[in-house]
């Protein structure tokens, strides 16, 4: 039986956002940030984005920026590459 992790997502006036779940950052750019969050991809959409504090060690983030859209992408259409590990190479 495959667990699936619990992820949590707060949206204070679609221009803070606090994610539970997050073990990578994948893509990031002012307009869009995809997470890794295990299972699936969280995308996000908007303008101006901002991560504040990252923290895969307890699967944390916070971001910053005018949120157009969510959306999860499922285990088929996730993307291999680490951010990180190809921001240090």
């Given at each position: 039986m495959n667990t699936i992790e619990q992820s949590y997502i707060a949206i204070e006036n679609r221009t803070k956002m606090e994610i539970k779940g997050v073990s990578d950052v994948l893509s990031y750019d002012g307009e869009r940030i995809i997470f890794d969050m295990g299972e699936c991809e969280l995308v996000i959409l908007g303008k101006d984005f901002n991560i504040k504090k990252i923290d895969?060690?307890?699967?944390?983030?916070?971001?910053?920026?005018?949120?157009?859209?969510?959306?999860?992408?499922?285990?088929?259409?996730?993307?291999?590459k680490s951010f990180f590990t190809s921001l240090f190479k």
């Open positions: 895969v060690e307890n699967k944390t983030a916070e971001i910053c920026g005018y949120l157009y859209s969510l959306s999860y992408n499922d285990g088929k259409q996730k993307s291999t």
